[in-house]
């Protein structure tokens, strides 16, 4: 497993000043010394120093480790060192504009996505979740380093019934050619073409299972209230899905789709805007995961040209968002970080910080992008080839960035990475 750095002009210049043998060296051994580590859960130590070695982490210490072993030392000069960033909810592929959905051939898709992945990458996202798109084709060209970007941990497509979410077909287009419709979906009703849906997407390397199971905000035929999928279907693909060892993640709203998904075994609820204190409390005391997405809300509300129907449902859901993180809290439910966003929005990824921050500590923001996302991938189970992500301890993937001030005390550093981070690895 390859390193790679991308440092800012300081670093670079530090860089180049190392020995020219040990750069022959591919510094297979990297030291990072004189760091404020946050390991994902907390502050471990004022001024530590982490080694690491082909991709894994080797040694975190809250003193300073001995040089001599290392190809490659790094002086962080107080700086603060944390866990690369996991988004747990994108759309890699779904980089092109609105106006050229209709147009979007395969070949345009895969570039856009690629200069998306690329620019992710840089803003500190190492690990991101695709949650419907994008398939192994580019998760496999960025593992091979074809292409720059962060590890994709992809569903393919995602699965939707007739006329649901995800079923983007004109309203006078025919019933038919189900299993290869659409751009990121797969149109299936019914348990067994559920099962196949969910067997098709394994198949291909999907390492969980995406349906949707209730109405959603870019779609113009389903209203927001409608439950989709039963309780038989769903319960089909969460089947699919535990005999390959992973799970089922569901988009959903409302209280009763989100009860429907979680009482059927889906693991994660995608955005759940709408969810009240009792289905939260039914989430927590199940160990499912909520994933929710301001960014996207804040972002089409401000957007100019939107369809009518897609403002007043985003509206909707937006109003509701706030109120949503406290109960979810208030319950104990584990919050994911994820963002959502699509077309031309992606470049205010970073934005999710600080409106999170409306409800969160940045403490809880920075774990929620760190561990919590971490053990979200870790429900992967054996499809997760990669290893443990989201912290900074021994052993686990030596995914890291370098911060320049502390964005536990001001968390409003996160939103501009070109100028505040230092180091990405």
């Known amino acids: 497993m390859t390193i790679k750095l991308f440092f800012s ?11 020219a043998q040990a750069q022959e060296k591919a510094s297979n051994t990297t030291l990072i010394t004189n760091v404020q580590i946050f390991d994902g859960y907390k502050v471990k130590t004022p001024s530590g120093s982490v080694r690491v070695a082909d991709g894994k982490i080797l040694e975190v210490s809250s003193g300073q480790l001995k040089s001599e072993t290392s190809d490659r ?6 700086k603060f060192l944390m866990p690369g ?6 759309h890699v592929s779904w980089a092109f504009p609105f106006s050229k ?31 419907a798109g994008t398939d192994y084709g580019l998760a496999y060209a960025i593992d091979e380093g074809v292409v720059p970007g962060p590890r994709i941990i992809f569903t393919g497509r995602s699965i939707t019934q007739t006329g649901g979410h995800a079923d983007h077909r004109d309203i006078k287009a025919p019933s038919t050619d189900r299993m290869k419709f659409g751009f990121g979906a797969t149109v299936a009703d019914g348990t067994d073409e559920v099962t196949k849906a969910a067997r098709e997407e ?9 349906i949707h199971a209730g109405g959603g905000v870019s779609s113009p035929l389903d209203p927001m209230h409608s439950i989709q999928y039963s309780a038989e279907e769903m319960e089909a693909a969460v089947k699919s899905a535990k005999d390959w060892g992973t799970y089922v993640a569901a ?6 789709s989100i009860t429907r998904a979680l009482n059927a075994g889906v693991l994660t609820i995608e955005h759940g805007n709408l969810i009240d204190q009792k289905t939260a409390k039914l989430a927590a005391d199940k160990g499912a995961y909520v994933v929710p997405n301001l960014v996207t809300y804040w972002a089409m509300d401000k957007a100019p040209n939107m369809p009518p129907y897609i403002k007043a449902k985003n509206k909707h859901v937006l109003d509701a968002m706030e109120g949503a993180l406290k109960t979810l809290k208030a319950e104990n439910v584990k919050i994911a970080f994820g963002t959502d966003l699509i077309a031309d929005m992606h470049g205010l990824q970073n934005q999710e910080f600080i409106l999170r921050a409306e409800v969160f500590s940045s ?13 979200l991938i870790d429900l992967s189970g054996p499809l997760n080839t990669y290893g443990k ?12 960035i370098l911060i320049d001030g502390n964005p536990i005390e001001d968390i409003s550093l996160m939103t501009n990475p070109k100028t505040n981070f230092s180091l990405i690895m």
Request: proline fraction near 2%; avoid cysteine.
């Open 202 to 210: 394994l198949r291909k390397g999907a390492k969980f299972i995406k």
């Open 251 to 256: 988009h959903a709203y409302t209280p009763e």
């Open 363 to 375: 403490l809880e923001i920075l774990r929620q992008v760190t561990s919590v996302n971490g053990s």
């Open 85 to 90: 960033l996991i988004d747990a909810h994108v």
């Open 9 to 19: 002009s300081v670093f670079t210049a530090m860089l180049l000043a190392i020995p």
């Open 101 to 131: 959905a209709h147009q979007a051939g395969d070949s345009y898709i895969t570039a856009t996505a690629v200069a998306n992945a690329s620019k992710m990458l840089k803003r500190g996202f190492t690990t991101v979740r695709d949650t």
């Open 389 to 400: 992500v989201g912290v900074i301890e021994e052993g686990a993937i030596a995914d890291m």
């Open 73 to 78: 030392i790094i002086d962080g000069e107080g």
